[in-house]
């Protein structure tokens, strides 16, 4: 049933070479117990480890079942030892995270069967009188036990082979007797088992003792009483040696929900390491989710303001058109005077209202305090264009503005700055020394990117020009324009009406007209270069956290190499690590994802507090975020779980 012709098997350490196997040629029927015998070195780890499908010859045939097993992929052969062996290994090779009920389970997560199998571990644990201590972890257990619960693991899967390396070579006289009572019990029902050891009170119990000297068998000695029960065996157990070998879906058969389960346990199990090697991905997904949220924000604030400016607005200025002050053109500036303003507001068709601005600075003093503002000096119409209109107070009359009358409209960041709790209206305060009456609070706009809309100190033009600035033209003029089809025309006809007036060019650029459109750009340059900031910052954090998560799984699969050893043994495939590790590394980021979720909108809340305009949290950028911290788990996770993937499972049992 096993047969080896000749095998040989040599070890690399870098130049050196060691033959462990040179030439072993043996035959093992179902059923017989066999004994590896040997001084330490021999090779018979080597043989059995060839046997056992754990390792593979470099010269010779395996052939199990008459079919050569050599030449099989690493997958088959993990598929071949699922169904057809159990291991027992000196060091027990016990999962310490996991109850031992769910050590003997283990096997089935590899098996493609469907079902939790609890019944039958449990049923297993009972063949080795361990029933009472199913959900006791394994350093909880004696050494005998958990050589016991290795067994019972071994059995889960029902094979018809059991490969034992030195089972008793951890244990005393007392334990390894218990031990070689249960194998021994397992070959009488017709189980091959097949075992190394260098006791001969242990190999009394095979049948069959093979002995090992430098690599080749130089006796193998039939003690009688062997009943090869041969094919009928293998025939009554129903095994079928070609599906053995096949693969199946790593989605089906629940393997990925107890690869899930698995996943979160070994992520709770080192709680304070998690949290630490998510805090990247936490970051960068908070960032991104405020960045989100303040980007919606400051476009409903801005939206707010555009429809606060008044609407239809065109605002025209002297000097070319420049953003942030800066002038582009070089040049003339333009002059606008009153007569200006009169005889844009006759354009009738196409223009509702027209209104000249001055600005300057403002020094403003009440009693004790003073406060420095920006000041705005306006025509009469300014009032309803640009809703500021007061509900405490009232406007200017048409009266006071032609008699540059000394009277003031604040705005509430001033009125909290001067007066406090106080009512201002009718009081009396200084404008650049200047005594005028507070007649009005302007209603709250809150902020335009960075600028306070609410520090405002809104007086008549005339005023402004003649009492307090001391210009004789106007900084600019707002005109509200009839409808928003109109706006166009009224900008070509506004302009050709300037430069017939001023006498100026073609395409002067010694004024510019701008209508909302062309706001809106500048206020939301503001809160984009806030966003990029974040954005950046949510960048950064990521791949650093990514990087962080690469880092930490691979601490894990170095941690964890025998875990991994063990699991190919007991029949893992390659996608089967790979997709354990995957699923831990994106279990990782998801989490770390959805606290970083939690804080983004916590920070967006704190955000919106102190920015005063409502910050919206949408729906999308969570969903964004948590794909993105999946994706990062993904890409990061991948490289350490194909490491892990492609260890050998030999290799990986030997690892300290
Ligand atoms: P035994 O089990 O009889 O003590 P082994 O089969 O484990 O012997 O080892 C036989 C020889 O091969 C020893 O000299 C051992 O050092 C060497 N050997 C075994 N495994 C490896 C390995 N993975 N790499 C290098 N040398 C090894
Ligand atoms: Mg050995």
């Excluded at 009396?428 to 335009?448: C, D, E, H, L, M």
């Excluded at 956290?545 to 007991?570: D, P």
Aim: with cysteine; charged share 20%.
């Amino acid at each position: 049933m096993l047969e080896l012709q000749d095998v040989h098997r040599t070890y690399r350490i870098g130049e050196s070479t060691v033959q462990a196997l040179r030439g072993v040629s043996v035959c093992i029927e179902q059923g017989e117990f066999v004994a590896i015998m040997g001084a330490s070195g021999s090779g018979k780890s080597s043989l059995l480890q060839i046997l056992g499908l754990l390792d593979n010859p470099d010269k010779g045939e395996y052939l199990l079942f008459g079919r050569n097993v050599n030449t099989l992929s690493e997958d088959e052969q993990s598929g071949l030892r699922n169904n057809l062996a159990g291991f027992v290994f000196q060091q027990f090779h016990l999962l310490k995270r996991m109850s031992i009920v769910e050590n003997v389970r283990l096997p089935h997560i590899y098996s493609g069967l469907k079902g939790d199998f609890r019944k039958e571990a449990i049923a297993c644990l009972a063949l080795v009188g361990l029933e009472q201590r199913i959900d006791h972890t394994p350093n909880q257990l004696s050494g005998g036990e958990q050589q016991r619960v290795a067994i019972a693991r071994a059995l889960i899967r029902n094979p018809l082979i059991i490969f034992a390396d030195e089972p008793t070579g951890n244990l005393d006289t007392k334990n390894s007797i218990e031990i070689m009572k249960i194998l021994k019990g397992l070959n009488d029902q017709g189980k091959t088992v097949i075992m190394v050891t260098h006791e001969n009170d242990i190999a009394a119990f095979a049948g069959r003792v093979i002995t090992m000297r430098d690599g080749v068998i130089i006796n193998d000695d039939l003690r009688g009483n062997v009943k090869p029960a041969g094919e009928k065996i293998l025939e009554e157990s129903g095994f079928d040696l070609h599906a053995a070998g096949q693969g199946s879906s790593i989605l089906l058969n629940g393997r990925f929900v107890g690869f899930m389960a698995q996943a979160f346990q070994s992520i709770l199990a080192n709680k304070m390491r998690s949290f630490l090697s998510v805090l990247g991905i936490l970051v960068g997904v908070a960032s991104v989710i405020a960045m989100m949220a303040l980007g919606e924000g400051a476009k409903g604030a801005m939206q707010e303001q555009l429809k606060s400016m008044g609407s239809n607005l065109l605002s025209i200025r002297g000097g070319s058109a420049s953003f942030h002050g800066a002038a582009q053109g070089s040049g003339a500036v333009a002059r606008f005077t009153f007569s200006d303003v009169d005889d844009i507001a006759s354009l009738r068709t196409l223009v509702k209202n027209a209104s000249g601005v001055v600005t300057g600075n403002a020094r403003i003093v009440y009693g004790n305090n003073n406060w420095s503002s920006s000041l705005t000096g306006t025509g009469y119409d300014y009032g309803v264009m640009r809703s500021a209109v007061p509900v405490l107070g009232r406007w200017f009359t048409l009266g006071e503005i032609e008699r540059r009358e000394k009277v003031a409209i604040i705005g509430v960041t001033v009125v909290k700055e001067l007066f406090g709790g106080s009512n201002p209206l009718g009081k009396t305060v200084k404008i650049n020394r200047i005594n005028f009456q507070v007649i009005g609070i302007a209603p709250a706009k809150g902020f335009s990117g960075p600028q306070d809309e609410d520090d405002v100190v809104i007086i008549p033009a005339t005023t402004a020009m003649y009492r307090v600035l001391g210009k004789d033209y106007l900084s600019g003029i707002f005109v509200e324009v009839t409808s928003q089809a109109l706006i166009e025309k009224a900008k070509s006809e506004i302009a050709a009406l300037i430069i017939k007036k001023h006498r100026l060019k073609e395409n002067d650029e010694s004024f510019n007209i701008r209508d909302m459109t062309e706001m809106q750009k500048m206020l939301s340059s503001t809160t984009q270069t806030m966003s990029l900031l974040l954005g950046s910052i949510a960048a950064i954090s990521l791949l650093v956290g990514g990087i962080g998560i690469m880092n930490i799984m691979l601490v894990s699969v170095t941690e964890r190499t025998r875990e991994i050893g063990l699991r190919k043994a007991i029949g893992a495939r390659k996608n089967d690590i790979m997709m354990q590790f995957l699923v831990e590394s994106v279990g990782l980021t998801v989490c770390g994802g959805f606290i970083g979720v939690l804080a983004g909108i916590g920070i967006s809340l704190v955000l919106s507090f102190f920015a005063g305009w409502a910050v919206k949290t949408s729906l999308l950028s969570v969903v964004l975020a948590a794909a993105f911290s999946a994706l990062i788990g993904m890409f990061f996770g991948l490289w350490p779980a194909r490491k892990a993937a492609e260890l050998k499972p030999l290799e990986a049992l030997r690892y300290e």
